[in-house]
């Protein structure tokens, strides 16, 4: 008999080491394991995203109140946006608060909380009890937030008009309530913006400020003209941020007055209609989903820098 005759069937090729059954067995729980951290997540947000937003689409184009079952629905087209841009007294100065609120959360508090971290990155005497102190408003509800500026906005014990020595009902004159309630909204939104930034300022290489320094700029020019477009990721999530919020603002004004009497908002709006005592749903989905389609432009914007930028690198 030859050596070949000899030779085992299965020998393993030179090189290579054997693999073990237990080897096998760990690569296909492997893959199952891979297998269910792909399907669960992607389960997830199909039935709670996906679902209920393509569902609002449609809802959007039919008439329901709700009640009975789906045979009751009724099929209305385009009728719920053509009576949202014309016949429906809230919507337009809805949109004009939303942006209204955008601009003012843009201008004021983000300004605010970027002069807060670069004052705070200097390392300052108490520098953590003052970023304790103003991220505390973050971790807080809007509506809890609501409460607590009442406060200070009350007609008739509030702070403001004991010190001031008047009777303004600061939250109920639709002529200053929305204003009341935007600084109230800037009060928790300056604490966040605040982290973000100073987050970015202690990943910012030293060595840029120190070749700044050698050049003659000074600490504004540093900032403006070197720290500030270092911190672009930064600065594209902050801009985000602030659309989202002011597109979603909801809890503080509902807390309020519901929505009304001054303090008109889309996300309000779609309240008042799903779940109010109109119940709507048909013509809520379709202010739903201006919202989403309003929001939806500036997150495309954002993730189309996003993937310019990791093209480019």
């Given at each position: 008999?030859?050596?070949?005759?000899?030779?085992?069937?299965?020998?393993?090729?030179?090189?290579?080491?054997p693999r073990s059954r237990g080897e096998r067995k760990l690569a296909g729980r492997d893959r199952w394991t891979v297998i269910a951290m792909v399907t669960l997540p992607t389960v997830l947000v199909v039935g709670l995203v996906w679902v209920p937003a393509l569902g609002?689409?449609?809802?959007?184009?039919?008439?329901?109140?709700?009640?009975?079952?789906?045979?009751?629905?009724?099929?209305?087209?385009?009728?719920?946006?053509?009576?949202?841009?014309?016949?429906?007294?809230p919507f337009w100065p809805a949109i004009q608060h939303n942006l209204i609120w955008l601009v003012f959360l843009f201008v004021f508090p983000t300004m605010l909380g970027v002069l807060l971290a670069v004052v705070l990155d200097r390392e300052m005497k108490g520098s953590r009890f003052y970023q304790t102190a103003f991220y505390m408003p973050v971790v807080l509800s809007l509506a809890l937030i609501g409460f607590i500026w009442q406060l200070f906005y009350s007609?008739?014990?509030?702070?403001?008009?004991?010190?001031?020595?008047?009777?303004?009902?600061?939250?109920?004159?639709?002529?200053i309530n929305l204003w009341a309630v935007l600084v109230a909204t800037a009060w928790r939104h300056t604490g966040y913006i605040m982290l973000l930034y100073l987050a970015g300022l202690k990943g910012?290489?030293?060595?840029?400020?120190?070749?700044?320094?050698?050049?003659?700029?000074?600490?504004?020019?540093?900032?403006?003209?070197?720290?500030?477009?270092?911190?672009?990721?930064?600065n594209m999530i902050v801009i985000v941020i602030v659309v989202i919020e002011s597109l979603r603002a909801f809890d503080l004004v509902w807390v309020i007055n519901k929505g009304r009497n001054g303090l008109e908002i889309i996300a309000a709006l779609v309240s008042q209609n799903v779940i109010g005592e109109a119940t709507r749903?048909?013509?809520?989905?379709?202010?739903?989903?201006?919202?989403?389609?309003?929001?939806?432009?500036?997150?495309?914007?954002?993730?189309?820098?996003v993937f310019r930028e990791e093209r480019n690198r």
């Open positions: 008999m030859t050596d070949i005759d000899t030779a085992p069937q299965d020998a393993p090729t030179e090189g290579k080491a609002s689409v449609l809802l959007s184009f039919t008439k329901w109140n709700g009640f009975g079952g789906l045979d009751t629905i009724e099929w209305v087209g385009l009728q719920n946006y053509e009576d949202i841009a014309t016949i429906y007294p007609r008739d014990q509030g702070l403001i008009n004991q010190v001031l020595g008047t009777t303004v009902d600061w939250y109920g004159d639709p002529d910012v290489d030293a060595s840029l400020r120190e070749a700044a320094a050698v050049d003659g700029a000074s600490e504004v020019k540093t900032f403006f003209h070197v720290i500030f477009p270092v911190m672009r990721p930064i749903y048909g013509f809520g989905s379709a202010l739903a989903v201006i919202m989403m389609l309003i929001s939806s432009i500036f997150i495309t914007l954002y993730l189309r820098v």
